[in-house]
């Protein structure tokens, strides 16, 4: 291995641009990112559609686990960015119920707040073996999970709760405590705040894609566009393109999903390629409808566990910038940008989604009344969610393993597959922690096996 390795990194998403960052911080200037689409961010860009709506590859909302990241952030955005509470809610039968659902009984209808309180009283308690069907009824009771729980999590999954693990779901879920419940329901009390998210920031102009463009300005020729890997001899450490080029390296990162950079490989062994089969993800169209009627200032965005529409989350896109809808004009036109995943547990039919979302938005009076739409916008997210299914952890201890030892860092939201470390501030830090183990060899802080 040479003194200064020549690294090249798969995708210039958020994980690719952070270690590309992070080695030109360290003095280590030999490196390049090859990124198969014309554009930096990955699942974090935004798209410009033609009628002047901008919007996100799903709701993205920008808040943050590391100092690295805060600075990432500032650095780009300076103070071009909003600040916002979030105002969140689920859609139950004919009313908003404030966010988290198990937190805030007290505005369903009496029997089915009965039901919840009553199961979460007799819930036995959940722990970290048990798979995710079981640590639903065994920490939220039969009420929550009927009501809320199952529902939801399959909407947004498409995915068997069964077949996951629950070990992932640390500040993803809240648990609650039936005490608390009990008293927010007898007192009337409102518990609004729980979760890292309560409060986030969002970039003025161009989406979320805004931050990832800037940083990839600021990197430069590094960056080739256009450039996608389909083959990869780990032993050569050589890289056949899809332009019928070849590139060599010394060390590689990869932010590519971690199943398909295996196929890619043109030595491997049998058992990381069988391992590689049992990662499970999911796919998000996403949906924009932007409406030509002044935006409803109230609520950031909308759960939807029931039937009333086929996605699981609506975002209010012109509350987080004006600059989402034509001319930044909120007196004149509102955005709504929904998510509607499916699966093979879960298909649906692209044919017709944008009108069905439409009368979803209607039926569960996100908008009132029938306002003109001006723009409907659907955008197909392949890798959307990597699922924590019950085999993943030792499907990813067969491969990751067998990539190091040939020098191959695979990592990011899909590069090590893993949905507990899948956030933008995650993926910036695997990043930095990447280029700070290579060049320095400080150990990661972030991803381990
Ligand atoms: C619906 C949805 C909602 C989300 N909400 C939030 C949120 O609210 N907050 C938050 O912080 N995060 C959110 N995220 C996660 C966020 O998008 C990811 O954390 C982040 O984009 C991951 O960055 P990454 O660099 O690891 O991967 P990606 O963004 O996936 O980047 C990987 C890059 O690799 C490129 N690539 C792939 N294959 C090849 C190849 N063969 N050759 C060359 N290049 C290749 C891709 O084009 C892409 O640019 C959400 C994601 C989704 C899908």
Redesign the pocket.
Known sequence: MPDTPDITI???????LGCGRELERLGHHRWSI????PH?????SSVLDPQGFTWD???????SHFGEFDRLLEDVMGDQVYSHERSSYIRFDDRWVPYPFQNNLRYLPPEAAYECILGLIEAQGGNEGMDFATWMEATFGGGITYHFMRPYNFKVWATPPERMASHWIAERVSVVDYRRALRSLIFAEDDLAWGP?NTFVFPAEGGTGEIYRRLALQLGDHISYN????ELDAEARRLRLADGTEESYDILVS???ID?LVK?LVHCPERVRAAAEDLEHNS?F?VGVGYETPLKDDKSWMYFPQDHAPFYRATNFAKYSPANVPDGDTGRYSAYMT?VSHSRYKPVPRDGLEEEVENGLRAARVVEGAPPVASATVVD?D???PVPTLERDAALAAIQPWLMEHHIYS?????SWRYEI??????VK??IDAARLIVEGTPEQLWSM
């Open positions: 798969i995708g210039a998403g958020p994980c690719g090859l990124e198969r689409s930096a961010g990955g699942l974090a590859h799903g709701g993205h909302v920008v808040f998210n450039r996608e890997i389909v932010t590519m999903p398909r890619t998000v996403m998510e997210i890798y959307a969610y990592r990011g939201r899909f590069g899948g956030n933008m501030d995650h993926a695997m990043g």
